[in-house]
């Protein structure tokens, strides 16, 4: 027995020394035959092609550290200008930072076993051509109809950047401003995918109906056809352009055992007001034909993901449904820097104001009339109305109209500062020249 060990240890003696030898003779062999078993590992089936588990939620995890958390903004706000129409969207507020000026910077997780399948790089930049900014957006598949994806990190994981490549193997979208790529990398529920002090996450579900759009051609164009004119591959784009019509609520996928907790963060984005009824997470913008709610554009055909046309839109608070919003982006000519409440002095604040959003409480009758109530051939008044919230107030009146002019919805709008409150406009109500026309 003893015998039979002496040549076993022999033998492998022999191995090893051959296998030395090797190296010593060949350096590079054990790095070749590494890459030469890399390149024949089987890549896993993409997630994109598999049928999503019935009755099993698609997420397993937190989208972050929750205790870093303040709020988490509801789907489908109005308030950010340049926003695709319906926002697609929640919005992770972080708590405060270092400074009363600051929000704390969190990490973003994956949420589930998911393959990244695109990342984009954005450069933002002032007036003058100088940059201000650079954030990441990413884009997975957890299943064959469900998707997700982290808009507005301010850092990407080195590692996930890595893998798909560096930036060496991004290309422009539309200018050197937008890159992406598509890739196929399989991350885990709980894995890093960046930083940022607060961040966007949208997701959506081929599988559920399209939301109510009265013209939801508007939102099925391509948000990336200019990028076609530098040859930009229909596969990165087709990657990262959103669905708007099948946005859904992300906290409606994660697994009961933590949805709760998620969804007992629902409110602004100070954390101030806390989401109220049964469907917190809603969707408040949907457009309602032949009434005021939902988005309009300022342009009568082309999409309003366009670069050159803008939306507007008029919607409840996702917070507060009875309190109403109009959405209008600076659009509204007639809405001047001189109705605003505020100092003559304050010049720049009552401009910015002027192209704030603007809140009131909605009533029953013709003056402050919910948008869904607005029909065509009359006319209604908005009185009471306040910058975003908690801002100043405008000196003056908002009248709306409805009409089909031209067989297709109209809408007129126009602020009058010439008078304080809607029972001191004479009657019938009507336009003075000055209002501004949006289309659906």
């Known amino acids: 027995m003893h015998g039979l060990e002496h040549f076993m240890r022999l033998a492998a ?3 090893v020394a051959a296998g030395l030898g090797a190296v010593i003779k060949w350096p590079d062999a054990g790095r070749q035959y590494t890459e030469k078993v890399a390149q024949l590992r089987i890549e896993p089936a993409p997630l994109a092609g598999r049928a999503c588990v019935r009755g099993e939620s ?8 929750i205790d870093d958390i303040l709020s988490v903004s509801p789907l489908g706000g109005v308030t950010a200008p340049g926003e695709p129409l319906p926002a697609p969207y929640v919005r992770l507020n972080t708590l405060q930072g270092a400074t009363a000026f600051e929000r704390r910077t969190t990490t973003a997780l994956a949420p589930a076993r998911a393959d990244v399948v695109a990342i984009e790089r954005h450069v933002a930049r002032d007036a003058a051509g100088a940059p201000t900014g650079l954030t990441w957006s990413v884009h997975f598949a957890a299943c064959q109809t469900v998707r997700f994806s982290y808009d507005d990190l301010d850092e990407i994981s080195p590692d996930l950047l890595a893998k798909a490549g560096g930036l060496k193997a991004f290309v422009e979208i539309g200018g050197p401003d937008h890159l992406a790529l598509t890739t196929q990398l399989r991350v885990r529920a709980g894995e890093v995918i960046g930083k940022a002090d607060g961040f966007d996450i949208a997701l959506e579900n081929a599988a559920v109906p399209p939301a109510a759009l009265d013209r939801p051609e508007r939102y ?4 990336y ?4 004119a530098i040859n930009a591959p229909q596969t990165i784009i087709d990657a990262i352009s959103p669905d708007v019509s099948r946005a859904q609520c992300p906290l409606d996928y994660l697994p009961e055992k933590i949805a709760g907790a998620w969804k007992a963060k629902l409110g602004d984005a100070f954390g101030f007001r806390k989401a109220r009824g049964d469907n917190a997470c809603r969707t408040a913008l949907a457009d309602i034909p032949g009434t005021a709610q939902g988005a309009w554009f300022t342009d009568a055909s082309h999409n309003g993901l366009t670069r050159k046309v803008s939306a507007v839109a008029l919607a409840p608070d996702v917070i507060d449904p009875a309190r109403l919003i109009f959405a209008l982006h600076g659009r509204l000519a007639s809405l001047g820097a001189d109705m605003v409440g505020l100092s003559p002095f304050l010049e720049d604040e009552r401009a910015e104001a002027a ?20 029909r065509p051939g009359e006319s209604y008044c908005y009185e009471g109305l306040r910058v975003n919230f908690v801002g100043p107030r405008i000196n003056g009146v908002i009248l709306l109209a409805l009409s089909e002019e031209t067989g297709a919805p109209l809408m007129k709008i126009e602020a009058r500062g010439d008078v ?6 004479a009657e019938p109500w009507s336009f003075t020249g000055a209002e501004t026309t949006f289309y659906r």
């Not at 056809?225 to 076609?228: D, F």
Request: with cysteine; charged share 20%.
């Open 220 to 223: 099925r164009p391509n948000t």
């Open 225 to 228: 056809n200019h990028a076609t």
């Open 13 to 15: 003696c022999l191995v």
């Open 355 to 374: 192209r704030d959003f603007l809140t009131f409480e909605a009533r029953k009758g013709r003056i402050n009339t919910p948008f869904d109530k607005v």
């Open 420 to 425: 304080l409150s809607c029972i001191d406009l």
């Open 58 to 65: 698609p997420l397993s995890g937190p989208f972050a550290p």
